[in-house]
């Protein structure tokens, strides 16, 4: 058997990939995070599958019922949502299954700053003003930050920083990056990015932490902050540019098209 971990997406059950809907139809268990999967998806699995609700549980308790799984030769769908590769915890349930020597996969979802940036209406890498986009957190009762990770020494790239699990500290994250983005650097929060209730605010670093307390956010959303949020003269990107004579294969505008030999 195998664990599939597979990335639910930010929230609205048909942004799961076309992969990991397939995987999760031939699983004969799911272990999903009820709290934030959305319950459509259920629906998916074979009408015979053991579903188990990871919210509540411990580690210890989420790899029993993997290994157990494994013991009884079921394929599992353990369901995260978003994207495994983001704050999904998956690293420590891997190195679990590998000293049990439970074979396992990883199907990608999206990741909940694509869907924020979606019902933003924004590119976050914008030429000539961002191209860089920082993932990050701040510490607070969670694990805390690696060194050099803090907010005031990431606030010193000018990047775009996406903060996930930080609109409790919307203070506190203004007040860190104000020194390096300034009052009026554009910050937008996106809550339930994709569901049916998403909530978008837009302002700056002046007023969003107002907002996102008046709008009573706690959890389930991103901060975004930089300047590109707001970018409106900016240069043409090379990518499609007339004046380019080749792109960077050496290739003078004619499409790449893979070998159908090979």
């Not at 020494?153 to 699990?165: E, F, I, K, P, Q």
Request: one cysteine or more.
């Amino acid at each position: 058997m195998t664990v599939y971990f597979i990335g639910a997406g930010p929230g609205a059950a048909d942004l799961i990939t076309v992969r990991g809907a397939r995987r999760l139809a031939e699983c004969r268990v799911c272990l999903y995070a009820g709290s934030l999967v959305p319950r459509e998806l259920l629906a998916s699995c074979p009408p015979d599958a053991r579903l188990v609700d990871t919210a509540r549980m411990d580690l210890d308790g989420i790899t029993a019922e993997l290994v157990r799984a494994h013991a009884e030769g079921h394929d599992v769908a353990r369901l995260h949502s978003g994207d495994p590769s983001v704050f999904s915890a998956v690293a420590e349930q891997m190195r679990r299954l590998d000293a049990a020597g439970v074979p396992y996969d990883v199907v990608p979802g999206v990741p909940a700053f694509a869907a924020a940036a979606a019902a933003l209406k924004r590119e976050l890498t914008v030429p000539t003003v961002g191209q860089t986009v920082i993932l990050t957190r701040v510490a607070q009762r969670a694990t805390p930050m690696p060194d050099g990770e803090d907010l005031a020494t990431l606030g010193r790239s000018g990047a775009l920083l996406v903060l996930h699990l930080a609109t409790r500290y919307a203070d506190r994250v203004v007040a860190e990056l104000l020194p390096h983005y300034g009052a009026d650097c554009p910050a937008a929060v996106v809550a339930m990015a994709s569901r049916p209730d998403e909530l978008v605010l837009r302002g700056t670093l002046a007023d969003i932490a107002g907002q996102v307390k008046a709008a009573g956010i706690v959890r389930t959303a991103v901060i975004l902050v930089g300047r590109t949020l707001a970018a409106e003269t900016f240069r043409d990107s090379h990518l499609y540019s007339a004046a380019r004579d080749r792109d960077d294969d050496g290739h003078a505008g004619v499409p790449i098209v893979p070998n159908s030999s090979s």
